[in-house]
């Protein structure tokens, strides 16, 4: 059951979210090559061999997809814009793809939600990443102008803009755990973007700002890192692993520099002089983007920095193995304001679960179940003094789960991936009910 809308506050956002290369096709358009295609390219990177050439056809289908989100009743609309689309060399600007996201705006404005940009949802030009990408310092001041190209165009009639998704995703889980493009393994890569990523942010919010961009942010996400059992090692890796997933860019962005357990292992690897970024990092944001999805156990592993190995824990699941604890979603929000943000506005920016499609394609009570329990979670943390403004759900369609490929479906609505037909679940139907209120 999802809970009954009025025990949240009237202005309150309910959203839906998606990004720009998990759904709208990146063969249409003249979008240049990003490292995930590039990525997709080497078999056996992406679960089924897949990429996101086609995806959900949103490039094309993009009337029908808003016109889902007005009837599904949701006051916002969270999107990104591809940065391969907008700049294929990953420096000149792609006159096409300005236009498109340009009409996509006004038709999201037409019906009725408000825009919510997201710059950044991974699409590097491979011609950026071929330079070395997120590991090259140079990275920082492209992406500040790729921003201000986009603010020009969409900027006027944006809700909000965020600079980055999930730089843990962009940094650590692609250069270090070598799940996600560029598919490094590498620590000395991944100390390099850690750090990057966060001076791309700070210098893309100076330069959003001086071009007169208002309510910006970014969007982190978080993780609950619990030991598996109660040994002094297990509990040390869970400990570090909060260090790199839960402290490393949220204390950054806010000036609370590097959490120390992090730097022991990362500092030799970082660029010299990073001590001097650490004021441009922490440049002031107008709210914070919180995704939550799951927790995982840490025990302790052998071997080099960082010792812990995840493993698998025992609480009901999604369809990707994830485990479902609704509860560490208030516990993030309570914590965030306690240690970092403080009455600053936070936005769920992305909460959702993947369920395999059943012989009912419409039928998702786990997903109806997930949504509730977390939506209360969240209802909580404000019952706490969090000022919480917003929760957007992960995601509008089934689309491309990256290295997992089109296994999970997350969606409100189901995709055929043949015919590109659009199928709402049970799901988008509770959320009309209950935005309808
Ligand atoms: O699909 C992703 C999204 O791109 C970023 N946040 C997590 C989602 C589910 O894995």
Redesign the pocket.
Known sequence: MLPDRKTFPPDFTFGVAT?AY?IEGSSHGEAGPSHWDTFAATPGNIADNGNGSLACDHYHLWPQDLDLIRDGGFSAYRFSTSWARVMPDGVTVNPQALDFYDRLVDGVLERGPAPHLTCY??ELPAALSDLGGWQNRDIAGHFADYCTAIHRRIGDRVASTATL??PW?IAWLSHFLGHHAPGLRDIRAAARAMHHVLLAHGTAIQALRGDGARNLGIVL?FETAHPANDSPGAIQAAKLQDAIYNQWFIRAVMGQGYPQAALDGLEPHLPQGWQADMEGIAQPIDWLGV?Y?TRRLYAAGAGLWPQGDAVDGPLPKTQ?GWEIRPEGLTEFLTRLARDHVGSLPILVT?N?M?EAAGPDITADPRRIAFIGDHLRAAREAMDEGVNLRGFFY??LLD?F??G?GYG?R?GLVHVDYQTMARTPKASWHAFRAMLRE
Do not use: A, D, T
């Open positions: 990004s998990q949802h991974w998704n999930e995703c996400n995704n999805y990707m992305e959702g993947s992960w995601s689309n789960e990256w997992w999970p997350f």
